[in-house]
């Protein structure tokens, strides 16, 4: 039978790859048509994505797929982390690098916006996990005496809008990135203009909110002539990555639970309708939007973050470890020896990961680890040991107790942390598809070319497609007394 193919792009903070998925109408075969590398660039102002090297990277990407498909490809989509964009001027043009959402230009901004409006006020318009780089503080910090770039702005474009934009010529704002701006408003369904105009941000800049599935155009005829397509489609898809991964959870439950994991740990339910209470205020759960409106009522962990920084300080100390040396050297490890809380603000800046994470433990009282292996599995022991935490909090918001945390993502290869996660918490861990994101993205496209009628169809497609490996909950009493450790670790800190 005729394949159609979908290509997707799917940009994480760590890396970025095009994908083409060939369904032959019952499965999705995926093939990696290009991966690269997303370095950020520390420039006198800043902490900037490398987006035209990026973009330089998609293009390769796209060559490739010409090139092997030809007219059988269908369309594109794009998705990225969330919070980040760029600001246009009336000619098109992007006013600066995009910033980095690290960077320290949001210092002292979360407590600017509360002067504002109240930090309860912010969470009942928006149910938005309050993170110090939400697009509300960076553009706070760009109205409070930044570059200037926020006055000549005619648009903003978030990631992937920024780069459906560049593919298609068309500029456009969709529902699931906008929903990471916290300055989203998921009962109305709309842009909070009263938090915008309260807050002193341009009100001109926030438009009409686009679907996941709307057909953008063609390629511009100047990517269309240096990839070699005539008449590829370019379609908005669920941009933010982890709606994306989350469309691809191949679970038919009525409630799924999920992480999506990679530089961050996205955990949590998907949900029908968007849960904005004291409690999930004082609990920290975030609702974002996903295909359909549904919500992901969920916390950002600081995930694979921890080893990707501490991989990349070893490297500068002239130590390289591959992913999978790391995990084997963890392997190997003392259990249970030390142990940190992931989401101690210390963490989430880069720079010294290691050193950091020896702070902690020193600080607290407890064994400082020293090898690779040491710090690694006091990571993944830790990670597992918040999975938990956040896990019990999560089952409060469902009558549905589900019996089964899906891991999808690049970070689900650590098998390692699978078992942790399942022992930790006391459930089935089903580990895949490693390439979520992108499904998710070739799913919305299946979805607006009218290839499937619904997402639980495409994710029965998924559940069909790919090998998922499943890790039962073992060592119950052992894990149980490490987690008390950890609670009182943690609240100790
Ligand atoms: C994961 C992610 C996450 C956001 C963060 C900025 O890639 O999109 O959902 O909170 O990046």
Redesign the pocket.
């Known amino acids: 039978s005729q394949k159609k193919v979908y290509l997707a792009v799917d940009l ?2 760590g890396s970025g790859r095009v994908l083409a998925g060939e369904f032959d109408g019952s499965r999705i075969e995926l093939r990696e048509l290009n991966r690269f590398e997303n370095t950020p660039v520390e420039l006198p102002d800043g902490w900037h994505w490398n987006i035209t090297s990026l973009y330089q990277n998609i293009l390769e990407g796209l060559k490739i797929a010409a090139k092997e498909y030809g007219d059988a490809a269908v369309s594109v989509g794009v998705d990225t ?3 980040d964009y760029a600001l246009i001027d009336k000619k098109g043009g992007m006013l600066g690098l995009p910033y980095q ?1 690290r960077d320290s230009r949001t210092d002292e901004m979360m407590e600017t916006a509360y002067a504002k409006v109240p930090k309860k006020e912010i969470y009942e318009a928006t149910g938005i996990q309050f ?1 110090f ?1 939400n697009s509300i503080f960076q553009l706070l910090s760009e109205v409070e005496g930044g570059n200037g770039a926020i006055d000549q702005a005619e648009d903003i474009l978030f990631m992937p809008d920024l780069v459906a934009y560049w593919l298609s010529g068309e500029k456009s704002q969709e529902r699931s990135i906008v929903s ?1 701006t916290q300055l989203y408003n998921p009962v109305k369904k709309d842009w909070d203009f009263d938090l915008i105009e309260k807050l002193g941000l341009p009100k001109h800049l926030f438009k009409k909110i686009k679907e996941p599935g709307t057909e953008l155009g063609t390629l511009r005829p100047n990517v269309a002539e240096l990839t070699g397509f005539k008449n590829l489609k370019v379609v908005t898809v669920a941009g ?3 709606a994306s991964a989350v469309a691809a959870v191949p679970s038919d439950a009525p409630v799924p639970a999920y992480i999506s994991s ?3 740990s ?1 955990m949590g339910l998907e949900l029908p309708e968007p849960v904005i209470s004291d409690q999930s205020f004082d609990d920290a759960f975030t609702n974002e939007i996903g295909i359909n409106n549904s919500v992901r009522f969920l916390k ?1 962990i600081c995930g694979l973050w921890l080893v990707q920084e501490s991989r990349r300080f070893w490297l500068s100390k002239g130590e390289k470890y591959e992913f999978g040396e790391l995990a084997a050297l963890a392997g190997e490890a003392e259990p249970f020896r030390s142990l940190i809380n992931p989401d101690d603000p210390r963490f989430s800046t880069a720079g010294r990961m290691p050193e950091k994470i020896q702070e902690f433990c020193r600080e607290t009282g407890q064994a400082v680890p020293e090898t690779p292996g040491e710090i690694v599995r006091c990571i993944n022991e830790s990670l597992a040991m918040r999975y938990a935490e956040v896990w019990d909090r999560l089952m409060t918001y469902t009558d549905q107790k589900p019996e089964v945390l899906h891991v999808v993502g690049g970070g689900c290869q650590d098998r390692l942390l699978n078992q942790f996660t399942a022992n930790a918490i006391g459930v089935t861990v089903k580990a895949g598809p490693v390439e979520a994101t992108g499904l998710g993205n070739i799913l919305a496209q299946m979805l607006a070319d009218g290839a499937i009628s619904s997402l639980a169809e495409g994710r029965e497609i998924v559940a069909a497609s790919f090998e998922v490996e499943d890790f039962e909950h073992v060592d119950d009493e052992v894990w149980a007394l490490a987690r008390e450790k950890f609670a009182a670790i943690t609240q100790s800190a």
């Open positions: 994480g903070a982390w969330g919070v959402y993170m780089f990471t933010h990555d982890t990679g530089t961050w996205l950002n």
